[in-house]
């Protein structure tokens, strides 16, 4: 049986939802299409958003042979199928490739097209829900445009919802369609912006929901029954991970607690425990720092809690260890210190150990040791000759830290 998002898919700009930022009248997208430019394009953006709809869309307008990969199962024998194809009667103004989840083709295979892509034999429309900027090779990049799709918003999909609806009965699949208006709100708020996702629940619902003369009333307890749990735009191997993790360490960086437990929710729904407690310990060294050197000891302590225990009740000391964060004073000098001595080792000559602190002590000038004189300090030279003067290390301006630039100014 034909899923209903393929059977109710748009076949014309005026019927796609979403994405005005690309096909609104006068925007790039529209106007390359409607102009009938045949031009390489990368789409790139969530799953559900309307990528292949317009890419079918694209194809209806030109007369080119139409070929369809997906690179999860694509093969280079299967280029090479496509390829030999070139010459017959069907191909003779060329062929539009639709490649799907680009991201899956590893270089080799992606370099296979590139030829007859720059000849002009084949124009790519590749899609991927990753970064096309790291998964795309270079030379395939250059030769097409990037357009970034948008996850639909809630007005977006309670549109798509009703236009759905509509269908669904003027094309007499049941007798009649009823619903309010919180069904509506309910498929918007548990699609997670996702076309596809909220079409699949619709399609649900009404399968079991109807009556036994083919009438359907939908209520939101109907729905609860079958769809309670919002789809969370989530992979642990791609963008949106890293997004999020993004996301939640400069909430922590920014002191706003409320932003940092949003993100750490997001996380948690996804189950990601190892990913939170890596990137807690990070925060505390390189963002917390020598402002309240305790909270790695802290932060720690609740890792190591929310490990031992596993979710659902790990969620509570990471938490703790979350708002702790957030909310305590901020130094990232020590961080800056190592960056900056790391990029001197890399960019700079930087001569010698001095002779005095090398594993001898029979050559002139001997090493003092501090402990011999008061306040456990006598000045002398550590660092070699040519970066003798330099600073790497910066106090910040938390209390702990000018305690520290107090008492080193104290015994110098």
Do not use: W
Request: glycine residues 4%; charged residues 25%; proline residues 3%.
């Amino acid at each position: 049986m034909q899923p209903l998002a393929d059977k109710f898919r748009p076949e014309s700009l005026s019927d796609v939802v979403g994405q005005e930022h690309l096909i609104a009248n006068g925007k790039p997208l529209r106007r390359i299409i409607e102009a009938g430019r045949e031009v390489n394009m990368i789409f790139y953006g969530p799953p559900g958003v309307g990528k292949t709809t317009i890419a079918n869309i694209i194809a209806s307008r030109t007369n080119k042979k139409l070929y369809k990969l997906n690179a999860t199962n694509a093969s280079v024998k299967d280029i090479r199928a496509i390829v030999d194809d070139m010459d017959s009667l069907h191909t003779m103004n060329g062929i539009l490739l639709y490649l799907d989840e680009i991201q899956n083709f590893n270089k080799k295979q992606q370099q296979s097209l590139l030829e007859y892509i720059e000849n002009g034999k084949i124009t790519l429309i590749a899609s991927t829900t990753e970064n096309p900027y790291q998964y795309v090779y270079k030379a395939i990049l250059s030769r097409s445009m990037v357009f970034e799709f948008k996850n639909l918003n809630k007005i977006d999909i309670e549109k798509l919802a009703k236009l759905m609806f509509a269908k669904l009965q003027e094309k007499d699949m049941y007798k009649q369609v009823s619903y309010n208006e919180d069904v509506i709100g309910y498929i918007a708020d548990m699609s997670g912006g996702d076309a596809r996702r909220a079409i699949n629940i619709i399609e649900l619902a009404c399968l079991c929901a109807k009556d036994e003369i083919g009438n359907v009333n939908l209520n939101v307890s109907i729905l609860e029954d079958y769809v309670n749990k919002k789809y969370l735009n989530y992979d642990k191997n791609g963008d949106s991970h890293y997004d999020i993790l993004s996301a939640f360490q400069k909430s922590i960086r920014g002191s706003d607690s409320n932003a940092a437990i949003h993100y750490l929710a997001r996380l948690i729904k996804a189950e990601d425990l190892l990913s939170i407690c890596r990137r807690l310990q990070v925060i505390a060294c390189e963002d917390i720092g020598l402002a309240y050197p305790s909270a790695i000891t802290v932060v720690k302590a609740c890792t190591d809690s929310a490990k031992e225990l596993g979710f659902p009740e790990a969620r509570i000391p990471l938490a703790e260890a979350t708002i702790l964060l957030a909310t305590a004073p901020k130094s990232n000098s020590a961080y800056m210190a190592l960056d900056k001595a790391m990029a001197d080792l890399d960019t700079k000559e930087i001569g010698e150990i001095p002779r005095h602190l090398k594993n001898t002590n029979f050559i002139e000038p001997k090493y003092k040791y501090p402990h011999a004189y008061s306040n456990n300090y006598i000045e002398q030279q550590y660092l070699p000759d040519i970066i003798k003067d330099v600073v790497y290390y910066e106090y910040g301006g938390n209390k702990l830290e000018q305690m520290a630039k107090d008492y080193m100014d104290k015994i110098k």
